[in-house]
């Protein structure tokens, strides 16, 4: 149709045509490296703020070893409150939460489960929900909190 | 009869004719906004690529540093015991790529009593040759 309709008006306006078609397909060309150049750039914040989660997890479980260690009372069976980090987080936006879970240990050491859960998990953390877990040993013998042994340190 | 079909008929020749000057210029005026519209997106793309590959490598760079760090506080702990914090530890981190640079902000050491948490938070700030810089919050505690 096309074709006849050229041969109807020999090649007048040709050059308007296939301008058209070239700034059509330049519109394309452009809109799919904007498409390239916006998906790399979501990716980078979305890598940044996974690996802040990540950082963040980890700030938590030291932060909360430390403070049972060297706090009386706190991991011992039926006694282990809940920790929150007081520290601004590389993801604020994604806050999380310390929970412990004693066990019966011998004299002189104390043998809790530390888990992390995002703070929109109610405690006491779920294993399905928990981001990091570590099984730790606290040794009181000597002095209180003398040292600790981390059993073991699973990530999700 | 059409004014155009008429001339045609008058001189066949005119059938090959091609474009006027006006739609050669219309179309040139069209075609180089095409153009231009092109560079200006692939200079997007390629600003975009070089941002966020200074951007992760800063985010490498920093993630080395706190790795780095915590050796070196776990070393620093092991040697020194209950005085184990410090404002600046040894940290042998690897030498950051050329144009980026590496800074540890360190938290204030907690007191020695025996009932303070003894860990400290520890900013670090890589920053890129385009002056863009990334945060890393780590917490390093005595071993």
């Not at chain 1, 310390?98 to 703070?119: E, K, M, Y």
């Not at chain 2, 506080?73 to 020194?80: D, F, G, L, M």
């Not at chain 2, 009593?113 to 040759?129: H, L």
Request: charged share 15%; glycine share 6%; hydrophobic share 45%.
């Amino acid at each position: 149709m096309k074709l006849a309709r050229m041969r109807a008006h020999g090649e007048e306006g040709i050059a308007l045509e296939l301008a058209l078609i070239f700034l059509t397909a330049t519109s394309v060309i452009v809109a799919s490296l904007l498409g390239f150049a916006d998906t790399s750039s979501q990716a980078t914040v979305v890598f940044r703020s996974s690996r802040g989660s990540d950082y963040d997890v980890d700030a938590a479980m030291q932060a909360d070893i430390a403070t049972i260690r060297v706090t009386s009372g706190q991991g011992l069976v039926g006694s282990c409150a809940s920790f929150t980090p007081a520290f601004t987080l590389n993801n604020p936006a994604s806050p999380v939460r310390v929970d412990c879970t004693p066990s019966s240990a011998p004299a002189g050491q104390r043998h809790v489960v530390l888990s992390v859960c995002p703070t929109t998990i109610a405690s006491p953390c779920p294993d399905i929900s928990a981001v990091l877990r570590a099984d730790i040993t606290f040794y009181d013998d000597g002095s209180f909190g003398r040292a600790l042994s981390i059993l073991s340190w699973s990530n999700q | 009869m059409h004014r155009r079909a008429r001339r045609r008929d008058a001189n066949p020749s005119l059938d090959d004719l091609g474009s006027t000057l006006v739609e050669v210029l219309v179309a040139l005026v069209i075609a180089s906004g095409a153009v231009f519209v092109l560079i200006g997106g692939m200079s997007a793309l390629f600003a975009s690529a070089l941002q966020n590959r200074q951007t992760t490598t800063s985010g490498v760079v920093a993630r080395s540093y706190a790795e780095a760090l915590e050796v070196a506080v776990a070393q620093s702990s092991a040697a020194n015991g209950v005085a184990w914090c410090s404002t600046s530890y040894s940290v042998s981190s690897p030498v950051p790529p050329n144009g980026y640079t590496v800074a540890p902000g360190y938290g204030a050491c907690p007191a020695t009593g025996a009932a303070t948490p003894q860990f400290q938070t520890v900013v670090i700030t890589a920053t890129a040759p385009n002056l863009t810089s990334e945060k890393l919050l780590i917490v390093v505690r005595r071993s």
